[in-house]
T-cell receptor, first 115, second 105 residues
């Protein structure tokens, strides 16, 4: 099992360009998440999908859109990239929507730089 | 303002020393998780604590959940260089900023 995979691993964009970050999990998990990690701030939730067909905003959703393509895949789109979106992006999955157990499995991250 | 405050932010110790890091909040959590993250990788779950006052041991690591379920601590006994990393606490999809631990040989 590969667990949670993310593509690309690195990306450099110019301000105003668009791109989609891809995430897939092979653990048959119901819930998937997108976080960004910035120095000194920990991980902040951008969007999550509690189950296939549903998506909800997290703490910092502005400037992003998501698509839960199927049970395995959850993509994050930047329509018009800004330098403030320079960050490391992590996708995660969990068996159930976060509640009592709270356990998430993370991908290796995508390092995005917006010039 | 971080919902989950972790302290210290940085910690550098010698191999063999003991240490404790803290995760504090004014909010009550149904559960708290501790993750360890190495450079260039995603966080990896160490433990989940659920019950107030709960103590869990994972080899040399001891995790405690506060009675009021607002805080937690991680104690490492006889730290080793392999313990080096960023330790993150999390609850309800919120993460603390982490404690960056360096254990020198």
């Amino acid at each position: 099992n590969a667990g949670v995979t993310q593509t690309p691993k690195f990306q450099v964009l110019k301000t105003g360009q668009s791109m989609t970050l891809q995430c897939a999990q092979d653990m048959n998990h119901n819930s998937m998440y997108w976080y960004r990690q910035d120095p000194g701030m920990g991980l902040r939730l951008i969007y999550y999908s509690a189950s296939e067909g549903t998506t909800d905003k997290g703490e910092v959703p502005n400037g992003y859109n998501v698509s839960r393509l199927n049970k395995r895949e959850f993509s994050l789109r930047l329509e018009s990239a800004a330098p403030s979106q320079t960050s490391v992006y992590f996708c995660a999955s969990s068996q159930h929507p976060l509640g009592r157990s709270g356990e998430q499995f993370f991908g290796p991250g995508t390092r995005l730089t917006v010039l | 303002t971080q919902l989950l405050e972790q302290s210290p932010q940085f910690l550098s110790i010698q191999e063999g020393e003991n240490l404790t890091v803290y995760c504090n909040s004014s909010s009550v959590f149904s559960s708290l998780q501790w993750y360890r993250q190495e450079p260039g990788e995603g966080p990896v779950l160490l433990v989940t604590v659920v019950t107030g006052g709960e103590v869990k041991k994972l080899k040399r690591l001891t995790f405690q959940f506060g009675d009021a379920r607002k805080d937690s601590s991680l104690h490492i006994t006889a730290a080793q260089p392999g313990d080096t990393g960023l330790y993150l606490c999390a609850g309800d999809m919120r993460f603390g900023a982490g404690t960056r631990l360096t254990v020198k040989p």
